[in-house]
C-alpha cells in the first residue's frame, strides 16, 4: 500500500491512493487519465525480434543479446523452453545419444543444462522453467514479451519490416521494427506470414535422391505426441476412464513398448496424415483420448502386473510437435550430407541424432513399428546458409524449421541440435549488424565467415574441425608450464585450440594429481602482456548424456548435480618480478565455459592453481584464454 501511494499507475501517470481508488466514484481528472480503448497499442524498435522462445529461440535471443545486439523476444506462452517447458516435458536430447561419444553440445546449452542439474535435485520441470526465465532475463540487451502471439507482418522489397503481436494478459498489441527477424516458432510462423519459399510435407527420392525418401511426395509429416507422468502410491490406485478414452488391446502394443509408466510414451503420436497446425484442437482432444485408453490399459487390462498402486499426477495438454514448416534457404540440408558428412566451408553446428523418422499414421496404425531409426557413425556439419531464407532478405530461422529436406529432419529437429542452431544464428545475425552486412555476405565471404568461427568457439559453441586461432587471444603467444601433468595431460594442450574431447585419441586438456597437493598451470609471455579478461574451459564429461527427464531409469544412469570432473574451487594470480597478486578466487563452480573480467593489468604471467573439483582426482583444463577487451 505505502509503495502505490508514493508511486504511479503505470499508464495512467497520476498518484494512486489505494483506498479511492477501490472504495470511491472516480473524480473527473481520472477519467481523462483512463485508457478507452480495451487493447493498447505500442510501437516498439529493436535490431533483432526473435519469434518463439523454445530452446531455439533461447539460444538465439541470449546469444545475439551477449554479442551486443538489442533483442526483442516473443514467446506465445507464459513458460519458456516449448518442447522442453514444464507445460510438454519432451527431454533435450542431440548428439549425446551416440553412446561413448564426446559429442554432448556445449555453448549456452551446456550452461543452461549444467545450471539445471547442479541447482534442481528435486527434478522439477517448474524450476527448470525458472533457470531459462532468469537467464533470459538477466541478459540487459533482452526484452521478453510473454504471453504475446505473434499474428501479422508486414513487408517491403522482399524484407520484413515489422511484425504484430498481441498479449491478451495485458490487453497490448505491439508491432515491432527491427533490422532482422529469426523464426523460432518451429511452425515458420513468421516466415509463412512473411510470405517467405517454405516446405512442407515428404519429398519423393527424386528429388534428392535421398534413399530413404518416399517413393512419391506428400503431404504428410511426423506426428505429435502428449506425454504423461505417474507415481507410485502406498495403496491401490484405482482408474476410471472418461467415456471418450480410446480403448486398446495387447495387440495394439506388439510394436510399442510398456516397460515403464512413470514417464508416458514418445510414441503416443498422431497427426501426421492432416494439417498438423490449423488441425492442433482436434489433435490434442485424440491424444488425450490416446494418453488415457493406455492408462486404461495400463491400469485395467491385467495384462500389466505391478501397476495397482500407481496413479497419474500430471498429462500435458500442450502436444509437442516434430514437424510442419521448413523454411527454405541457400542450401537445403539432405540425408547424404548426415549420412556422409561434408565440412561446410560456412558450417556453425553439428547434428548426431540418428536418422529417426516415424510413420505419419502414429496410433493410428499400431500394426507397424513407431519409427524407423538409422543410427550415426559421426556428427554431421551444418551450414549457415540453411539457417536464412533465400526469398526474405532479413529473415533467419533456428530451430526444426531450417532449410533441410524430411529425411535431413528426421535428425535435426531435436532440442540440443536446435539449440545450438538458434546460438549460431543469434551470433551471427549480431555480426551482421556490426558489419552491416547480409547474410549470404556472411556466410560466403571468407574474412566474414571465418571471425563468425572464431566468435562462436570462443563463446563455446563446438565446431567440428575447426580450432582457435582468434587473433585476440593473448594466451596463443603465451608460454605454458606447470607445477604436474599426467602422460596424457599435458600442460601444453590448454594452448592446442581445442578446447573439448573429439574422440581423435588424443587429450586436449592438461591433467594434474589433485593428491600431490593443489596443482597450478601457468602462462607466461616474453614481455608484459595487459588483460582484463581470462577464459577457462573446464571437463564437464560430454562423453554422458544429462538431461532432465522424468524417467528414473535415465535418471539412474547419469550424474546429477555438478559434475565431477569439474573443476569447483580454483585461484587466479598475477605473477611477475615485482612480485605475486590474487587477481581471481572461484568457489563452487560448476559450469564448463567460466569468464572472469577485472581492472586491467599488466603482467608477465599468469597462473591457475586448482584446489578443488567437484569429486575427481584430477584437475582438468581444456582451455585457457586471455583477452584485453577495449
Not at 312 to 334: A, C, Y
Request: proline content about 4%.
Amino acid at each position: 500500500r505505502e509503495f502505490i501511494q508514493a508511486g504511479t499507475l503505470a499508464g495512467g501517470g497520476f498518484l494512486v491512493n489505494p483506498v479511492t481508488l477501490f472504495s470511491n466514484p472516480l473524480d473527473a481528472v481520472q477519467r481523462e487519465n483512463i485508457n478507452q480503448e480495451v487493447y493498447n497499442k505500442r510501437d516498439l524498435t529493436t535490431e533483432v525480434v526473435v519469434a518463439g522462445g523454445g530452446m531455439s529461440g533461447i539460444s538465439a535471443a541470449i546469444s545475439a543479446a551477449r554479442n551486443g545486439a538489442k533483442v526483442i523476444l516473443v514467446h506465445d506462452r507464459s513458460r519458456l523452453g516449448g518442447n522442453a517447458s514444464s507445460e510438454i516435458r519432451m527431454h533435450i536430447s542431440g548428439a549425446s545419444v551416440m553412446k561413448g561419444k564426446p559429442w554432448r553440445e556445449t555453448g549456452i546449452l551446456e550452461e543452461l543444462v549444467l545450471t539445471e542439474a547442479a541447482t534442481n535435485p528435486q527434478r522439477s520441470f517448474e524450476i527448470w522453467d525458472l533457470i531459462l526465465y532468469d537467464k533470459v532475463i538477466s541478459e540487459p540487451n533482452i526484452t521478453l514479451l510473454l504471453d504475446s502471439v505473434l499474428f501479422d507482418v508486414s513487408t517491403e522489397d522482399d524484407r520484413i519490416r515489422s511484425v504484430s503481436a498481441v498479449c491478451s494478459v495485458t490487453e497490448e498489441v505491439y508491432t515491432i521494427k527491427a533490422g532482422y527477424f529469426i523464426d523460432c516458432t518451429g511452425d515458420g510462423t513468421m516466415a509463412a506470414l512473411a510470405g517467405a519459399e517454405y516446405m512442407r510435407g515428404r519429398e519423393g527420392k527424386e528429388q534428392f535422391n535421398e534413399s530413404l525418401a518416399s517413393d512419391k511426395p506428400d503431404n504428410h509429416t511426423m506426428g505429435n505426441s502428449l506425454l504423461f507422468f505417474s507415481r507410485k502410491f502406498e495403496s491401490p490406485m484405482p482408474f476410471t476412464p472418461p467415456a471418450w478414452a480410446n480403448k486398446y488391446t495387447q495387440a495394439d502394443f506388439a510394436h510399442r513398448r510398456i516397460f515403464s509408466w512413470e514417464y508416458g510414451y514418445w510414441w503416443i503420436e498422431i497427426g501426421g496424415m492432416g494439417d498438423i497446425i490449423k488441425e492442433g484442437q482436434a489433435i490434442r482432444h485424440e491424444l488425450l483420448a490416446i494418453v488415457l485408453g493406455v492408462w486404461d490399459y495400463i491400469k485395467n487390462s491385467g495384462n500389466i502386473p505391478g501397476s495397482e498402486n500407481w496413479a497419474l499426477t500430471w498429462v500435458g495438454m500442450i502436444p509437442g510437435k516434430r514437424e510442419s514448416r521448413r523454411i527454405t534457404g541457400e542450401h537445403i540440408l539432405v540425408q547424404q550430407e548426415v549420412q556422409s558428412p561434408v565440412l561446410f566451408p560456412d558450417r556453425v553446428a553439428y547434428g548426431g541424432w540418428p536418422l529417426d523418422d516415424h510413420p505419419p499414421q502414429g496410433m493410428y496404425q499400431t500394426s507397424a513399428a513407431p519409427y524407423r531409426s538409422i543410427a550415426l557413425k559421426e556428427p554431421y556439419s551444418i551450414p549457415l546458409r540453411s539457417l536464412y531464407s533465400r526469398s526474405v532478405k532479413n529473415l533467419w530461422m533456428a530451430g526444426r524449421n531450417l532449410s533441410a529436406s524430411h529425411v535431413a529432419l528426421s535428425s535435426t529437429r531435436v532440442m540440443a541440435t536446435c539449440s545450438t542452431l538458434g546460438q549460431a544464428v543469434g551470433t551471427a545475425v549480431a555480426c551482421c549488424l556490426k558489419e552491416r552486412i547480409s547474410p549470404t555476405q556472411l556466410a560466403t565471404g571468407e574474412k566474414y565467415i571465418t571471425r563468425l568461427h572464431q566468435i562462436l568457439l570462443r563463446q563455446d559453441q563446438s565446431i567440428l574441425g575447426v580450432i582457435n586461432n582468434d587473433p585476440e587471444d593473448l594466451a596463443r603467444q603465451a608460454g605454458v608450464k606447470a607445477s604436474s601433468e599426467t602422460g596424457v595431460g599435458k600442460a601444453r594442450n590448454v594452448l592446442d585450440g581445442i578446447n573439448r574431447d573429439i574422440d581423435d585419441g588424443k587429450s586436449h586438456q592438461w591433467q594434474a594429481e589433485l593428491s600431490q597437493g593443489e596443482p597450478w598451470i601457468e602462462l607466461s609471455w616474453p614481455k608484459p602482456a595487459a588483460m582484463n579478461q581470462i577464459q577457462l574451459t573446464f571437463d564437464t564429461g560430454a562423453r554422458r548424456q544429462l538431461r532432465l527427464t522424468g524417467e528414473d531409469s535415465v535418471y539412474n544412469s547419469q550424474i546429477r548435480g555438478p559434475q565431477p570432473e569439474t573443476v569447483s574451487d580454483f585461484r587466479i594470480e598475477a605473477r611477475g618480478p615485482e612480485g605475486n597478486r590474487e587477481i581471481k578466487r572461484v568457489k563452487d563452480n560448476y559450469l564448463r565455459r567460466v569468464v572472469l573480467d577485472f581492472d586491467e593489468i599488466s603482467t608477465g604471467s599468469i597462473r591457475i592453481t586448482v584446489q578443488k573439483t567437484n569429486g575427481d582426482n584430477l584437475a582438468r583444463i581444456f582451455e585457457i584464454r586471455c583477452y584485453r577487451n577495449l
